[in-house]
């Protein structure tokens, strides 16, 4: 795992020869068709900038600052679920990369480490996010652990009310929990580095799983197919009431829902599709950020990921008028690629 990473593609290609295939469509597919998939990444692809010249810029700061967090780069890592299917401890390694690079890691619900292990390793540069579980009582407790492990930001996920149809996960049989079968155990066997590094890893960690779950006093277990339709505008105020800090919605595309959700009291909105990996139909986060923002004004912090594969779509992500952008896939293709070292690549490119 030596190879230096220039482009997220190359990370792509890398992790798509080295992971399981039923573990790299897991992370690289989208729903339906992915028409969605492809789009998103194409909307920046049809923005351009316009060069401007003679303005002196030897002194360059990429620094930013985001719901009270003094950050190192305008950018952060998206909340995303069982990243350690991309390499062993991969939450810790991104973990330690937030905290080296001081950016905001989000992390899942259905993480493969503890939130609060996660969060100390990041040095406190992790926002939590929530999904509306319909166990009412395992979502109470998990706002309590964020809040008593020192999170200040608490992201709730509003795009994923049921379960999506992923063609290559019905394909593969991935799901959660999995199911094992000739073809998954063959998968296993064609990609015998991955298979080992992972079975060497789970001899003392135990095997990957949302530990966020299997830690919850509550007795449940993560279900991807799991409904969280519960998430409504009365679940919203609610949440609001209870949890005392900075409370971002993420999965807003919607200017109706924007201006409903900035009502409601949250302090900015996260404007995602989900990575294309929900409703195939919507159309690409990128041009959703405009309306979005002349529908909020310019006052409240806006957040978007979906299809940014470089620096340069950062750029134009808040030139669109985002405040920040995250980063999912690209960083679990660096991951899958080279792990740590393949992380730290990509995040260097983007800088």
């Not at 989208?30 to 909307?43: C, F, H, I, M, V």
């Not at 290559?168 to 991935?174: A, E, N, V």
């Not at 991807?224 to 009431?241: K, P, Q, T, V």
């Not at 594969?309 to 808040?318: D, F, L, N, P």
Request: hydrophobic share 45%.
């Amino acid at each position: 795992m030596a190879s230096t990473l220039y482009t997220v593609e190359h990370a792509r290609r890398l992790a798509r020869s080295r992971l399981p295939r039923m573990m790299f469509d897991y992370i690289d597919g989208g729903s339906g068709d992915e028409r969605l998939y492809a789009e998103n990444t194409r909307a920046f692809e049809k923005i351009e900038l316009m060069p401007r010249v003679l303005t002196n810029v030897a002194d360059r700061d990429l620094s930013s600052h985001i719901l009270g967090m003094e950050t190192g780069l305008p950018f952060g890592i998206a909340p995303m679920g069982m990243c350690a299917i991309s390499t062993p401890g991969a939450d810790s390694i991104m973990a330690r990369e937030a905290a080296k690079r001081r950016i905001p890691l989000g992390v899942s619900t259905a993480a493969s480490a503890t939130l609060e292990s996660i969060i100390e390793q990041a040095d406190g540069y992790a926002w939590f996010q929530l999904y509306a579980d319909p166990a009412v009582e395992f979502v109470d407790e998990l706002v309590g652990r964020a809040e008593a492990s020192g999170y200040r930001v608490l992201v709730l996920t509003v795009d994923v009310p049921i379960s999506s149809f992923r063609i290559r996960d019905l394909q593969s049989g991935f799901g959660f929990p999995m199911k094992w079968g000739p073809r998954q155990l063959f998968d296993l066997a064609c990609h015998p580095r991955w298979s080992l590094a992972t079975l060497a890893h789970s001899l003392s960690h135990g095997m990957p799983q949302p530990m966020n779950y299997a830690t919850s006093s509550q007795g449940i277990s993560f279900v991807r197919g799991s409904s969280r339709a519960r998430a409504d505008w009365d679940f919203l105020h609610r949440l609001r009431d209870r949890w005392p800090h900075k409370l971002v919605v993420k999965g807003v595309q919607a200017p109706e829902d924007a201006v409903r959700i900035k009502a409601a009291g949250a302090d900015a909105l996260y404007v995602s599709n989900h990575g294309a990996r929900q409703m195939n139909a919507a159309p690409p986060a990128m041009t959703s950020i405009a309306p979005v923002r002349a529908a909020i004004g310019n006052e409240m912090p806006l957040i978007v990921d979906g299809g940014v594969r470089s620096g340069e779509h950062v750029i134009k992500a808040i030139a669109s008028g985002a405040d920040f952008v995250m980063i999912g896939r690209s960083a679990m293709f660096g991951l899958g690629a080279a792990g740590a070292a393949g992380l730290a690549d990509i995040l260097d490119s983007f800088a």
